[in-house]
């Protein structure tokens, strides 16, 4: 992967609310032209840290540069971002237009270049006619869109967006997933996004920054995140994951050897093994890695007996909650609803399918 | 919390900001308001006196003869027993009639003439207070409206008496400069009222009474207790009601107020008279408060 | 239309909010100087012999002037006050709204002779100047209240974005923030307006040697004979009040509309 410059950098940040230390020593790039998003819980501090980069909040401690230059004291009216508001914040006294061209009133530009930027800027986003409304009397979605456009015609060389989607039902919510994926990719700056949803953050992302309380645990791309994660708190947080208690019998350096209750031995590789954080081992094991074996069907590679507990119909995927190898270990699988794999019952004796290389230490 | 320190930061910090910006007003009021409070208070203590010219002042001599003035004499306690009748009464009057049309306008009114019910209702209080409070005397006198006009349907041969300049008539004309101000704080709690509360006591086998009573009685009191404030406070310090439909000689606080500190120059003794006035009117707030805590306790 | 029991109160109610307003045009064009029943025929020789007096001019041209002094003085006072009780938190907050709100429950007898008292111990005249100081410490919590109520449907964010997109504070107030709280400034204007028109106590004594409409109006209850005139004063001055209401409730629900609100019924 080529290496793009960095756009924003945070070295050591910390920011205190009185005696409430909400961001705690952050350590991150965030490269130019990526889609990057902070994800974690509510009071993580990933709201604050994005308005410490528009400039809604300043640090007490550390650096925070955009482009190369430390942006301490440098007022939100003066940087080279622009934000996207999780209300929108439409100006409801004026038309779409007005709205979209609020900006470029100090620019120098003639009044009729100005007006052509702001027909583009709303073809762009697919409001293409929609000059002359007045704002308070769009949807949600079209309103986000008109936010958009405001933000992205100055050309800033990074836009923020808090909680953008939050606010959409769910079918409006995956639309514009996908059409920010495409704005962005078009228009070619540093998107970073704020979000507490984690498929959201994944769908979206180049690189995610995983933040609990204050703290970044894991910045990585999606699928790191989701395969590798660093934490027990990521791996819980991204996606669903079965914990199985184990006990860690040797270790070197070609890995550990781990023996899992239910599961038996195994070993695992180094790339397995997250630092230690100081909590009894489990090994985690995604759903998906797990396959319940119809007759006539063999393992690839490991193999456990189970009963099955509780059957969760979805429609697309049934989700079994199985007890393994004669254990009161319970984990839960999925399994794609195709023919030829009817909906087993509560109580069925079952063979279950694992792979060892899908399994991850914490401890 | 976050977001008004952020807008500050453009501004230098949040606390100095917002101190320059309320420094006007803040600074008025304390001009020409808590300075005169204040000097109100310290004249409670001094004394009347003459000065060397023989005109009448405050000395400034310490003393607590003013308060034991107004708290002795019965002239005084038969005037603040007085005001505080009329004003219990008229606050009893009031926002007991008050209640059922601010429930009708909040129940049984559909939300698109909610407020215009509510400008009908308050457009008798934006006349002029002094008009209304004379109507009301050409209305109860003697010769006045109801008699003339009773005597002249022959429904009564000779002018009702008991009606006019008397404490009645007191009560009557407060009650209706008054009205509006208990209405709109009661219909402001009734309506904060979460509706399906009281579907539920319904659900629970009450009725509609009783649901009423048990829910939403006691819900809306908050309302209650700030109509009663509202009309309580300003009737007690009444001046214009005493003087025209009292005909003179049924004063109030205000009117024994404007005697001592203008007509007869006594400024310190006046000024006590206001204090204990002030004074008696917060106890009885207090205590109406602390009797019902229990219903400004917490809320949705 | 149900002609259910509480309808029928909460009308009668209103009769009897409204009777003593109804007797105002009834005497006022009735012919005789007597307010009392039988009616004696229609005439109106009183309103031209109310507009007549010359005194009633000089009053209605100090009051017009005291007022809209006042309206506006107290509209800027409360603008100042709500802003920072709305926006920002700095020490003693709670103090300084509770002092500037405390007319509210203070009776207009005990501001006027406190007032009055320093007034006089500091030796300044008194006039419609010292009225317009009264008044507008009366008539500031309302505008507080009418503001603070304006300012916080504000979304904050609104302000944020107009900096966000390169505005300075200042600017900012002009071009989002003075447009969308205009409907409240116009409603605190009118109403700290009628508010002053209409007060007494105030107005008697502090005024000294001139006189306000409230005062004159007080003055002619002691002439039975003027009594008509006064009906006929009375007539014009509720017109004048409920036509300013209407005004601020048409812009009310303009400002509502133009920002895309949702109508919460009335000032209050």
């Known amino acids: 992967m080529t290496a793009r410059p960095t756009m924003i950098e945070f070295r050591n940040v910390h920011k205190y609310y009185g005696d409430y230390h909400a961001l705690r020593g952050i350590d991150a790039t965030i490269r130019a032209g990526e889609f990057f998003s902070l994800l974690g819980p509510s009071g993580c501090g990933k709201t604050t840290l994005l308005r410490t980069i528009a400039g809604f909040e300043g640090i007490d401690r550390g650096a925070v540069l955009i482009d190369g230059r430390d942006v301490a004291g440098v007022p939100a009216n003066r940087r080279p971002t622009n934000m996207v508001f999780q209300s929108y914040a439409i100006f409801p006294h004026l038309s779409v237009e007005q709205n979209v061209g609020f900006g470029l009133r100090r620019d120098p530009r003639s009044a009729a270049d100005k007006a052509r930027a702001v027909e583009e800027a709303l073809e762009m986003v697919g409001l293409k006619g929609y000059g002359k409304r007045a704002a308070h009397a769009l949807s949600g979605g079209q309103r986000q869109r008109v936010a ?115 599961l038996g031995r195994v070993r ?71 023919p030829g794999r009817p909906v087993l019952d509560v109580g069925t004796k079952v063979d279950v399918a694992w792979s060892p290389e899908a399994l991850v230490l914490f401890r | 919390m976050a977001k008004s320190q952020g807008l500050a930061r453009l501004g230098g910090s ?123 005397k050409v209305i109860l006198g003697y010769n006045g409206v109801v008699n003339s006009g009773l005597m002249s349907l022959g429904i009564i041969s000779e002018p009702l008496t008991a009606i006019n300049y008397n404490v009645q008539a007191m009560v009557m004309t407060l009650a209706h400069a008054y009205a509006p101000f208990a209405i709109l704080p009661i219909f402001v709690a ?111 | ?72 003085l107290s509209t800027a006072l409360g603008l100042f006050a709500a802003r920072a009780s709305t926006r920002f938190r700095f020490p003693g907050k709670a103090g300084a709204m509770g002092l500037i709100m405390l007319p509210l429950v203070l009776p207009e007898m005990i501001v006027a002779m406190s007032l009055l008292v320093v007034l006089l111990a500091v030796g300044v005249s008194l006039s419609i100047f010292t009225v317009i100081l009264g008044h507008v410490l009366i008539c500031t919590p309302f505008a507080v209240a009418i ?61 000294g040697s001139e006189t306000l409409l409230s005062v004159y109006i007080y003055g002619q209850f002691r002439f039975p004979s003027k009594v008509p005139a006064i009906m006929a004063l009375g007539t014009i001055l509720v017109l004048l009040s409920i036509s300013l209401l209407a005004i601020a409730e048409y812009f009310r629900r303009r400002g509502i509309a133009r920002s895309g609100g949702t109508d919460t019924g009335g000032f209050l």
């Not at chain 1, 094991?285 to 119909?313: C, K, M, N, W």
């Not at chain 3, 002609?3 to 909010?17: G, I």
């Open chain 2, 14 to 136: 949040e606390g100095r900001s917002g101190l320059l910006l309320i420094s006007p007003t803040l600074l008025y009021a304390v001009l020409l308001l808590a300075a005169p409070l204040g000097t109100v208070l310290l004249f409670s203590v001094f004394t009347d006196g003459r000065t060397p010219t023989g005109a009448k002042t405050v000395l400034a001599i310490p003393t607590v003869q003013n308060y034991v003035e107004v708290w002795t004499n019965q002239i005084y306690q038969r005037l603040m027993l007085r005001s505080l009748s009329v004003s219990m009464s008229v606050t009893l009057v009031t926002v007991v009639l008050a209640y059922p049309v601010a429930y009708f306008v909040s129940f049984h009114v559909a939300p698109s003439k909610k407020s215009l019910w509510l400008f009908l209702i308050t457009i008798p209080f934006w006349t002029s207070y002094l008009i209304r409070v004379f109507l009301w």
């Open chain 3, 147 to 207: 503001l603070s109520s304006a300012f916080q449907s504000l979304d904050q964010s609104l302000e944020e974005a107009a900096y966000d997109l390169g505005e300075t504070p200042l600017s900012t107030f002009r071009l989002v923030i003075l447009p969308l709280v205009m409907p409240g400034i116009v409603a605190s204007l009118l109403i700290c307006f009628t508010v002053s028109l209409d007060e007494f106590i105030i107005a008697y004594f502090l005024a």
């Open chain 1, 148 to 262: 958009l456009a405001r933000a992205l015609i100055l050309k800033p060389k990074v836009l923020l967006l808090d909680e953008p989607l939050s606010a959409l039902d769910k079918k409006m919510r995956e639309q514009m997933q996908v059409e920010l994926i495409k704005l962005q990719r078009q228009v070619g700056i540093t998107f970073i996004l704020v979000t507490h949803d984690q498929e959201e953050a994944l769908v979206m992302s180049d690189r995610i920054a995983v933040m609990f309380e204050g703290q970044i645990a894991q910045l990585a791309d999606p699928e790191t995140l989701y395969r590798r994660p660093a934490t027990r708190q990521v791996a819980d947080f991204i996606g669903t994951m079965n914990f199985i208690p184990c006990q860690v019998l040797s270790e070197d350096a070609s890995g550990h050897e781990v023996e899992a209750r239910g």
């Open chain 1, 268 to 338: 695992l590789d180094p790339a397995q093994v997250p630092a230690p954080r100081g909590g009894d081992p489990v090994v985690g094991l995604r759903p998906e890695t797990l396959t319940l074996l119809y007759p006539g069907q063999t393992a690839h590679d490991r193999e456990v007996d189970g009963i099955i507990d509780e059957v969760i119909y979805f429609g697309d995927m049934t989700y079994y909650d199985v007890y393994l190898g004669g254990t009161d270990v319970e984990v839960r699988l999925s399994m794609r609803n195709v």
């Open chain 2, 190 to 300: 009734l309506e904060k009222i979460d509706r399906s509360l009281i579907e539920a006591g319904q659900d629970l086998g009450e009725s509609r009474f009783m649901t009423f009573v048990r829910v939403t009685l006691p819900l809306s009191m908050p309302g209650v207790i700030a109509a009663v404030l509202i009309v309580f406070i300003p009737t007690v310090g009444d001046y214009v009601t005493p003087d025209l439909i009292g005909g003179g000689k049924l004063p109030m606080i205000a009117n024994v107020i404007e005697l001592q500190m203008l007509k007869q120059n006594n400024k310190a003794l006046g000024s006590a008279v206001a204090v204990s006035a002030m004074l008696l009117v917060a106890l009885v707030t207090l205590a109406f408060l602390l009797v019902n805590r229990r219903f400004l306790k917490g809320g949705r």
């Open chain 3, 1 to 72: 239309m149900r002609a259910s029991p509480l309808r029928v109160y909460a009308l009668a109610y209103l009769v009897f909010l409204y009777a003593p307003i109804v007797l105002l045009p009834l005497f006022a064009f009735n012919d005789s100087r007597v307010i009392a029943f039988p009616l004696s025929g229609f005439t109106t020789a009183w309103f031209g012999e109310m507009w007549a007096d010359a005194q009633l001019h000089n009053a209605l041209r100090n009051s017009l002037i005291t007022s809209g002094s006042v309206a506006v």
